[in-house]
């Protein structure tokens, strides 16, 4: 299997619920990055956690990492209908030499939030 | 301060034409990533450059796609011969430093249909 893949696959709730949604990894990493794109669009930044951060949040996100389990968690708390979305996780992976930030993404966890 | 632009935003092409794909960075960037997402997929890293200079394009297939990135104007991304396993949508992102603990800013993307 690949470098970063997130779990569910997709995921449906109703308007003020939490919203998790996780992805692992395979190797040592630099660096993971949460981006959400809408459908057709491009992808917006959300979140970069560090190797050496366990939890980050911004706003109404929470993301969290266990680099022993090769793990990463977002919560989106008290979902709006907005945040209808696909989410990715992208992992900056360790090769040894320099790095050049280049990113693999898993396949998305698809999130829709019912008004 | 405008983000990434990307142009066109929509290309169709017919079967053994070529595709050129154009990529304006931010201000003030001069790393350029390029990755392709097809249908119901996360991104997969194409090609990483800077001002005249292909850094990594390991990710790029060998045979009819190039990519360039020169002292003036935007980079592109060029597809010769293009075939139908080529649609997807293509997505630039941008960094200041090009190095790892770095947010990329990605385009709008382009999506490209070979008929």
């Known amino acids: 299997s690949q470098q970063g893949e997130e779990d569910p696959q997709a995921l449906s709730i109703q308007e003020g619920e939490n919203a998790t949604m996780n992805c692992s990894y395979k190797?040592?990493?630099?660096?993971l990055q949460w981006y959400r794109q809408n459908s057709g669009r491009g992808l917006v930044h959300l979140i970069l956690?560090?190797?050496?951060?366990r939890e980050k949040h911004s706003g109404r996100l929470r993301v969290t990492l266990d680099t022993s389990k090769k793990s990463s968690s977002l919560l989106i708390t008290a979902s709006r209908a907005a945040d209808t979305a696909s989410y990715f996780c992208?992992?900056?992976?360790?090769?040894?030499?320099?790095?050049?930030?280049?990113?693999?993404f898993g396949q998305g966890t698809i999130l829709t939030v019912h008004p | 301060n405008a983000g990434v632009m990307q142009n066109p935003r929509h290309l169709v092409r017919r079967r053994g034409q070529e595709a050129r794909l154009r990529c304006s960075p931010m201000?003030?960037?001069?790393?350029v990533y390029w990755y392709r997402q097809l249908p119901e997929e996360g991104l997969k890293f194409m090609v990483y450059?800077?001002?005249?200079?292909?850094?990594?394009e390991s990710g790029m297939p060998k045979e009819r796609f190039s990519a360039e990135f020169p002292k003036e104007g935007p980079s592109i991304l060029r597809i010769q011969q293009v075939v139908r396993g080529d649609s997807a949508a293509y997505f630039c992102?941008?960094?200041?430093?090009?190095?790892?603990?770095?947010?990329?800013?990605f385009g709008p993307g382009t999506r490209l249909l070979v008929l």
């Open positions: 190797t040592s990493i630099n660096n």
């Open positions: 956690i560090r190797s050496n951060e």
């Open positions: 450059l800077q001002k005249e200079n292909i850094i990594d």
């Open positions: 992208a992992t900056d992976p360790q090769t040894g030499g320099t790095s050049y930030g280049k990113l693999t």
């Open positions: 992102a941008s960094s200041p430093w090009g190095g790892r603990q770095e947010t990329q800013y």
């Open positions: 201000k003030g960037h001069s790393h």
